[in-house]
DNA sequence: CTAGTTGCAAATGTTTTGCACAAAC
DNA sequence: GTTTGTGCAAAACATTTGCAACTAG
């Protein structure tokens, strides 16, 4: 019934994530070409590590990895390049309840975010049910739905474990 | 089965508004008294205007309202207090995909909301199914949800009426 | 009196932009 | 050779904070 996968939790490191990665690049090159855009060596760092990593990263951590392997790199490149992403379908930008924004590569599904208030932990799932009750609301609203946000917050397992003794 | 509610729909600038503002300041004064603060002219005056809107306002928006009755009040304490009124459980923060928070008069049920993407316009509404459901999956992730977030962007009736002719 | 409150200006943190230089097509 | 992209520093934006002066209890 729903689809439930950890932050990074499928395929962790593993040759698919590899492949996914290098057909991500492949299809960020051809946006580019399409466009008539350039493709130059900050934005393929850029794009490379952004696919890589593949979980909820925040400006700050990708300009960090990407430093490691490209110091020259500044900040306006990373959020001009993942504004660039975005654009070209390959991202998507989101605002949990922080200051600074998330980004992680567009997958096959959608799906809503569970986020851990204690240790930050994404957990991702999917449900089918909510998705149609949405639509419903729409319909009784009288609106046209383009996109949601669903998001829940609370204590994940290992925190509820940890936490046991204090709060419950 | 659910409740929906345009922005200030309830209401409208009618007695019974003045009546629930005026219930709420004095609720305000009661928090106040609690935690030995003191009730001040600045103080005032943000939470009159803040609970006679009773819209989501953004901080900038009341701090217009609040300057029309008293023009010396700051910015510094628009923010203050509506930190205040949050801590007090008057007052409850939203951050919707703008760059800024909007800020709502903290009423008997939780609600959710849809964001019409051309005028801006919020439209409330109240599901007991999407609740139960929300609990559902936070059992089925073996998380303890403390709270959610709910938010449906499109286009409400009245622009999708509008746009007619160029969208549809 | 004394702790809490205010307004101002300056600081903050994240993201964007102007601009001269550099690199791709 | 143009056009596009880059890095840097500065700007923008919403929000917060330090501080000296002020005021409610």
Redesign the pocket.
Known sequence: MARIAADGETDVGGPAKNRRAEQRMALFHAR??E??????????D?ARVFFALSRHV???ELYAEVKRI?P?????????????LKDCGLLSER?FD?????YEVVGEHHHDHFICEDCGRILEFEDEAIERMQRNIARRLGVTLHRHKLELYGRCADCAAKAGDQDL
Request: hydrophobic share 35%; charged share 30%; no cysteine.
């Open positions: 580019l070409r466009r008539a855009l350039k493709s130059t060596a900050p934005r393929d850029i925040s400006a700050e490209n020259h790199v500044g900040y306006a490149t990373i959020y001009r390049t993942l504004k660039l605002h922080e200051g600074q924004a998330r």
